[in-house]
């Protein structure tokens, strides 16, 4: 079974601060997707990764592919009171087929940003 | 923008009686997901179509859960009976997958309360 594990699980911080959101696995994808949840709202994409090492940048948050496409990460410089939300990574299972599109989701990251 | 749209937003109703969630996916888009969120399980998929057809409903309690496509436009998540545990929110999803890495469109969800 492949798992993604996310941390942290919360993060509280103070408008203008930098953080970094960990999303790990002993299992390799063939993409990595990071989407953001506001409150009564269905997650939305924010990137798609799908080579070893790749980066994206999106404003002001970077996100990288780890080489081995085991892992990622969520880099937001300079925090604002809009960034607050849950963030998830979700995994597409490697293999000669991508089983009909099926993602597997980290528990996600709730990020509040105090002003 | 095109988008996903779930109803009811919300429901409240007490244990055993029939639930039925409604899904409208992006029209074009050939693959459908229903997910349940809880703070303890996070997001969780509990089945998913191709072209109106099951490709995996491995993640539903088969006793009291089903999931149909009975056309293009309609997706339809039934519990019968519900019971309190099944209290989350349930989300929808749609895309396009002729090949892998694409990404999945959200609903805003259905809230359901058993009680």
């Known amino acids: 079974t492949q798992l993604l594990e996310q941390s942290p699980q919360f993060l509280s911080i103070q408008e203008g601060e930098n953080l970094t959101v960990y999303c790990n696995s002993s299992s390799v994808f063939s993409s990595l997707q990071w989407y953001r949840q506001e409150p009564g709202e269905g997650p939305v994409l924010l990137v798609t990764v799908v080579t070893g090492g790749e980066v994206k940048k999106l404003k002001r948050l970077t996100f990288q592919f780890g080489d081995a496409r085991k892992d990622s990460s969520l880099h937001i410089t300079a925090a604002q009171p809009g960034d607050t939300g849950l963030y998830l990574c979700?995994?597409?299972?490697?293999?000669?087929?991508?089983?009909?599109?099926?993602?597997?989701f980290g528990q996600g990251t709730e990020l509040s940003v105090k002003p | 923008d095109a988008r996903v749209t779930q109803t009811p937003r919300h429901k409240v109703t007490e244990m055993g009686q029939e639930v039925t969630m409604r899904c409208q996916p992006i029209?074009?888009?050939?693959?459908v997901f229903w997910y349940r969120q809880t703070m303890m399980q996070g997001l969780e998929l509990l089945a998913y179509f191709r072209n109106r057809a099951p490709l995996d409903d491995s993640g539903m309690p088969k006793d009291r859960f089903s999931a149909e496509m009975p056309d293009a436009t309609l997706a339809t998540l039934k519990i019968q009976p519900s019971e309190p545990r099944d209290s989350a929110v349930y989300f929808c999803?749609?895309?396009?997958?002729?090949?892998?890495?694409?990404?999945?469109?959200f609903g805003d969800g259905t809230r359901l309360s058993i009680l």
């Open positions: 029209l074009g888009h050939n693959t």
């Open positions: 979700a995994g597409g299972p490697s293999g000669i087929y991508n089983q009909g599109g099926k993602l597997i």
């Open positions: 999803a749609s895309g396009f997958f002729a090949v892998s890495n694409q990404p999945q469109h």
